[in-house]
């Protein structure tokens, strides 16, 4: 079992809430997870795509007062639509008893629907986390090409081979696309969405064109938006947004979209091994979503993402904005010699960040320039966690 870093930072949530969403998508590691951290504690485990574990809330009141000193976790909730104003009910009768913290523990494989529902009933009753796949500290530095290739996925991670591996992921993408996502929403074509997925593996990094993508699908824009809105409420796509502030520039204002584990991104693109991988077109911008990816799981909370880009030239891949209003510049570069470029002296000229990062494939840290550092993106991430403690 990897440790993951939010085990500590859930424990913490669980001891001053009263209910915590951990969110995610399917096979992440959720319920490893949860069941990690209430291992030492009275709980009590639900999987509500179970008829037995669905059949045992038939009358939500009853069973869950009769566990009102346990920690409740109860997997994939989005299966009990009607059991987050029960959940509000007693979360207030145990605060009136004195236990203010760790009742319920919610697992979820979107956002969608859990933020949904509570943001009316438990709002100020519940904290949010978000599990991703697995990051390089989370399994050590000499996996970084594994967690390339293979994505973050513990059993894609874990797999006996490159092969198998892969094969693992069509399988999960065909289990999403048949099963899963007709849970969400109203029914979609499974080749449609998959061919709509594989565009976007193919656009990996690039500005969002919905009408573009509507288009070549064969559909209209607003079908085309729903789609990217469904699998960003997956957590299976990131919207990149750009920067926008008072530089008196002309800014790029469309997102930027990434299929946001790279194994996914390889599996629709039928990318096995790492010799394929490097020779494909799509390596740099393989690379990058990597890298984001990995650099956003690891920040701290309140840390938020952006990329800079104006109609001039002036680039920054990602810009990582602190709650103060710090900004850090992170150039990614797939070279292990690689070279600062005009454009992100002008972007960094537009925004005068406090600290320049680029990230490339190497170990060293070394300058580039006299404000500039090269850096390894485990190295940038271990920076990133000391902020986050």
Request: hydrophobic fraction near 40%; include cysteine.
């Amino acid at each position: 079992m990897f440790k993951r870093h939010l085990q500590s930072l859930l424990g913490e949530e669980l001891q001053f809430s009263p209910a915590v969403a951990l969110l995610g998508p399917r096979q992440v590691g959720k319920t490893t997870l949860a069941l990690e951290v209430a291992r030492k504690i009275p709980h009590v485990y639900l999987d509500l795509e179970s008829d037995r574990d669905r059949g045992k809330l038939a009358q939500p009141e009853l069973y869950l007062e009769s566990h009102l000193d346990k920690l409740v976790i109860m997997d994939e909730v989005h299966r009990a639509p009607g059991l987050f104003p029960v959940l509000r009910g007693l979360i207030d009768q145990a605060r009136r008893s004195g236990r203010a913290s760790g009742q319920y523990l919610l697992l979820g494989s979107a956002s969608l629907d859990v933020l949904q529902q509570s943001g009316e009933t438990l709002a100020g009753r519940i904290a949010y986390l978000e599990l991703g796949p697995l990051t390089v500290l989370e399994t050590g530095q000499g996996t970084m090409d594994d967690l390339w290739l293979r994505g973050g996925f513990p059993q894609s991670l874990t797999a006996p081979s490159d092969a198998r591996s892969l094969r693992w992921r069509e399988n999960f993408i065909r289990t999403y696309l048949e099963r899963d996502i007709p849970q969400f929403g109203p029914r979609i074509a499974a080749e449609t969405l998959r061919r709509f997925w594989t565009m976007l593996a193919h656009h990996q990094g690039g500005l969002l064109n919905v009408a573009q993508l509507a288009r070549n699908l064969g559909v209209d824009v607003k079908t085309a938006q729903s789609y990217i809105d469904l699998l960003c409420d997956l957590l299976l796509v990131r919207r990149l947004a750009p920067w926008h502030n008072n530089t008196g520039k002309r800014l790029v204002k469309a997102p930027k979209v990434y299929v946001r584990d790279s194994g996914l991104v390889h599996a629709l693109l039928n990318i096995e091994s790492k010799e394929s991988l490097l020779s494909h077109m799509v390596v740099g911008a393989s690379w990058e979503g990597y890298c984001i990816e990995t650099l956003l799981a690891c920040a701290p909370a309140g840390a938020t993402g952006y990329f800079y880009r104006t109609n001039g030239g002036a680039e920054i891949d990602l810009l990582l904005v602190w709650p103060g209003g710090e900004l850090w510049a992170i150039e990614i570069k797939r070279s292990s010699t690689p070279k600062l470029e005009r454009g992100f002296h002008s972007a960094c000229d537009d925004l005068k960040p406090s600290q320049k990062w680029v990230v490339y494939p190497g170990k060293e840290t070394y300058p580039l320039a006299a404000d500039t550092q090269a850096i390894s993106l485990h190295g940038l991430c271990e920076r990133l966690a000391l902020n986050r403690s």
